[in-house]
């Protein structure tokens, strides 16, 4: 029931055939039509493509706290990342001994740091299931120990955003250790082959490609079954107005927890779905100029709406690609330019745009739009 | 007794500068009699040969002596002019003229010849040089010298030093001198000589008695290692202020950074996350101004705490006017929204300046350092950040306190509708908080600029610790900053010997994190009415 709910939405429909649609496109634009061919996606383009996918699916996830449940996250790059360094141990533990310095088991990093055995929380991680387990507990254990610490003591509001800012923060200047046994300041690189495929050749790419689609439609559907639930909108309700919940007899931090371990879990797939692709995975990831920028998409692309996020990740990052190809000194103007007037003239951002048609019926997004109420006060 | 050969010698130059012509000056400068008798084959007749140059008092014997223990004083096998070689490298040497030191341009290295010295030679010469050092005019230069002489003092030498220090009037260099001997003392197997060296925190003491508490002489091993064990004590409480010292220090600039940001966020409530680049713009300034007063850079660097404050301020009131009016009452999406200014406040910075890192001269006045004692000294430029910190802290405080807008803000923060119907413009309130917050940024900044590198990036660098130290303290609350900022600053200072600067500086973090879930609301919590807001 809960989960056939979502489809009853217009929204999640054409979202998921639009979705789709394109994925058959590039797809076949990929694929039937001959290199030289105007209309040819490259191999380039659709690797770039995945990425820009696998950012959406993180803006998501954070349009999935801050949209319904009024947590503004600074930090959800943190579990971006750790997704992304989950994914980025396995590749390492692939490469085996075809690395510079030839060692069967241990990478090259660690090799160059004289390092003779692997550290403990590397082992494991030549086993492809155990590693693709660990891209949804390491994200979702951060999650689930952070957010139950922050949410049992009521710490919301600004003061979250703050320290969710700080733990990423924190997280990233650890990983720029070199200590730290992941690689420092270069990170993880250099990879060959996933699940046996070899990540270089255009069809592992188109591959990710689609997976990275499928997955971005799947975690929408499982972001909507959330928030169409009873589950979502009691979280609508500690959003708009936590202390009223909370008089109501529902346990708010609960709620909370349950929710943002969800879309820790959730950057965390992002993140390991984006390594394979862009090939690195480096604690720049962690910083929290990137965390912030992921809360602009979804501020562009209209918070609370889910798609919104989608529509604001892909233009953004589309924008971003263009600019810093074609004057890369205007990209932080821009960038910064739209910060200030989203926020200030686009609250309710493009998704506000399109619902603004007269001929749209009110009521399905009258309920869903976040308030400036007391949550936020 | 030291003074008449150097009056005499200063007479001397006198005439050489004015009564005689310079052609004649090479056969009548005394100084080439002294060097003709150092060209002697006999190491004895040298040896008297450098007493009498000593015992002349020229003013050039220290350099002459230098080059001659260095090997560097030579003569023309043709001319029979003495030179002193710059350099003797390849094989034409640069040279000096050993009478006048002026430049001879280059010989080779076959027309010289070399002025030999012996081992006992070049005994004599060092002492003889540290003797000339210590009769030096300036009593710095002296105990210089004195310092320098800790640890090289042998037999040889011994017996001028105690000569000298019943001539010396100083008692610094005295002491030092004291030491010097001592530790030769102590070499020797003196154990009285221990009672001198104890309680100097010197490298070269500790080691001489180091030496000593293995030797084989039961009670000369003792007194030394009681020694030892006083001084380890004294270097340990040393170290300790030092620590508390680097701490205060580090805290200070936390809580100058974060100061502004407790009036903006912390009594306005509003997120401003451009404060750190409102920082880096009166870094800035005092960058801008020293360009502008170029060899004054102490003047430039008063005149910028005014224009810092203002250019900042005035920044301020732009984002202020420009922004964040529009979002009353949205903290998060002002934060959004003011994080994009930064964004654009940097690229300007990098645009129009550079995005390089520009140099900030430190004014003479500031650099140096202030010795408390062999062992710990106080690098000048911090100490004045620090007060600089608390003369702004207390400034604020007035400010908050003590006068009408302190009083309009306060009421304003409390209860908007009810300062705006007693008659309090509530807007105008605002703008000018923001820009005193603003402009305390920019202080910030002016004083940073004497710390850290001016560059895009230095604000972005406070902006996340300035929020903990504001969160940590207790939002509101300006003495809960001033603790805060000190006391991180201290922790992160004490951590970070055996943790490193980045696992301390996470560590700290983490502390905070784990800190706000016990006390939401920060150190000093406000209480009544305010808190409620």
């Known amino acids: 029931m809960w989960l056939t709910r979502p489809f009853s939405e217009r929204s999640t429909r054409l979202f998921l055939s639009v979705l789709l649609a394109a994925l058959a496109l590039v797809t076949l634009l990929n694929l039937a039509v001959p290199a030289g061919h105007p209309l040819h996606v490259s191999t380039y383009a659709v690797t770039l493509l995945g990425k820009y996918l696998s950012y959406a699916l993180l803006a998501v996830a954070v349009d999935l706290v801050w949209g319904y449940l009024g947590i503004l996250s600074l930090g959800h790059g943190a579990f971006f990342a750790l997704g992304g360094y989950a994914m980025g141990m396995y590749l390492m533990r692939q490469i085996g001994d075809r690395g510079t310095y030839g060692d069967p088991v241990l990478p090259d990093f660690m090799v160059f740091l004289d390092w003779d055995s692997l550290p403990w929380y590397w082992l494991g991680f030549d086993m492809p299931g155990f590693a693709f387990l660990m891209v949804l507990l390491a994200p979702g254990l951060l999650a689930l120990v952070f957010g139950f610490l922050a949410f049992r003591s009521r710490v919301t509001g600004v003061y979250l955003s703050i320290i969710t800012q700080a733990m990423t923060f924190a997280l990233m200047l650890a990983f720029f250790r070199n200590e730290m046994g992941f690689g420092g300041n270069n990170g993880l690189t250099d990879f060959r082959e996933l699940l046996g495929f070899d990540l270089r050749s255009d069809g592992t790419r188109l591959g990710l490609f689609l997976a990275t689609g499928i997955a971005l439609a799947l975690g929408y559907v499982l972001c909507r079954a959330i928030v169409a639930s009873k589950l979502g909108r009691v979280s609508v309700a500690c959003r708009d107005a936590e202390a009223r919940t909370r008089f109501l007899g529902y346990r708010v931090e609960r709620f909370q927890l349950f929710v943002f371990v969800v879309s820790a879990m959730l950057a965390g797939v992002a993140g390991a779905l984006y390594v394979p692709q862009v090939g690195i995975i480096n604690p720049g990831e962690f910083s929290p100029i990137f965390s912030i920028e992921v809360v602009l998409w979804v501020a562009l692309g209209g918070r609370a709406t889910l798609y919104g996020a989608v529509i604001g990740a892909l233009l953004v990052n589309y924008a971003k690609t263009v600019f810093t190809g074609v004057m890369p000194d205007a990209w932080l103007f821009a960038l910064g330019g739209m910060f200030v007037l989203v926020t200030v003239f686009l609250p309710r951002g493009i998704a506000g745009l399109l619902s603004l048609r007269p001929w749209r019926r009110a009521s399905h997004t009258a309920t869903t739009q976040p308030t400036t109420g007391e949550s936020t006060a | ?533």
């Open chain 2, 1 to 533: 007794m030291r003074m008449l050969p150097r009056c005499l010698s200063g007479l001397l130059c006198l005439c050489l500068l004015f009564g005689l012509p310079l052609a004649a000056q090479a056969q009548d400068d005394p100084g080439q009699a002294l060097l003709d008798s150092l060209d002697t084959d006999s190491y004895a007749d040298k040896g008297e040969a450098v007493e009498t140059i000593i015992a002349s008092g020229d003013a050039r014997s220290r350099r002459w002596l230098e080059a001659l223990l260095g090997g560097k004083l030579q003569r023309h096998k043709d001319t029979g002019r003495f030179v002193v070689v710059v350099e003797n490298r390849g094989r034409h040497w640069p040279v000096v003229d050993a009478l006048s030191f002026e430049d001879a341009g280059e010989m080779s290295r076959r027309e010289l010849d070399r002025i030999g010295i012996n081992n006992a030679l070049r005994g004599q010469l060092q002492g003889a040089l540290a003797v000339i050092d210590l009769h030096a005019e300036q009593v710095g230069e002296r105990r210089e010298a004195a310092r320098a002489l800790l640890g090289d003092v042998d037999a040889s030498l011994a017996e001028p030093l105690r000569v000298v220090i019943g001539e010396e009037e100083d008692a610094e260099v005295r002491r030092l001198l004291e030491q010097a001997l001592a530790i030769h003392r102590l070499e020797e197997g003196d154990a009285a000589a221990v009672d001198v060296l104890a309680g100097s925190l010197n490298t070269r003491v500790r080691s001489a008695l180091n030496a000593a508490s293995r030797s084989e002489d039961a009670e000369l091993a003792a007194a030394a290692t009681s020694a030892l064990a006083d001084i380890e004590q004294k270097m340990m409480l040393n170290r300790g202020l030092e620590t508390l010292y680097f701490g205060l220090s580090l805290g200070s600039v936390l809580v100058l950074a974060a100061i502004g940001l407790a009036i903006t966020f912390g009594v306005m409530g509003v997120i401003n996350m451009a404060h750190g680049e409102l920082i880096m713009l009166g870094a800035y300034t005092t960058w801008a101004m020293q360009q502008l007063l170029p060899g004054q850079p102490g003047l430039a660097l008063l005149l910028a705490i005014p224009a810092g404050f203002l250019v900042a301020a005035l920044a301020g009131v732009a984002i202020e006017r420009g922004v964040i009016q529009f979002l009353k009452g949205r903290p998060l999406e002002t934060l959004l929204a003011t994080f994009g200014v930064s964004l654009i406040l940097q690229q300007l910075v990098r645009t129009v300046i550079s995005p390089q890192n520009r140099t900030v001269v430190t004014p003479e006045w500031m650099s140096g350092s202030l010795m408390l004692n062999e062992g710990l000294s106080l690098t000048l430029n911090r100490l004045y950040v620090l007060g600089f910190a608390l003369v702004v802290f207390a400034g604020l405080m007035l400010v908050m306190r003590r006068t009408r807008l302190g009083l309009e803000v306060r009421a304003v923060t409390q209860d908007r509708a009810m300062a705006r119907a007693m008659g309090i413009r509530a807007t105008r309130v605002d703008i000018l908080t923001f820009a005193l917050g603003s402009g305390v940024a920019g202080l910030a900044g002016v004083a940073l600029s004497q710390l850290t590198n001016v560059g895009p990036n230095l604000g972005q660098n406070y902006i996340i610790d300035s929020f903990m130290v504001v969160v940590f303290g207790g939002v509101g609350n300006l003495w809960g900053t001033l603790v805060a900022g000190l006391s991180l600053g201290v922790i992160n200072q004490v951590l970070e010997p055996w943790a490193g600067a980045v696992l301390a500086k996470i560590v700290v973090l983490v502390f905070i994190i784990l800190f706000i879930q016990k006390r939401p609301r920060g150190l000093f919590p406000q209480k009544g009415r305010a808190a409620e807001g």
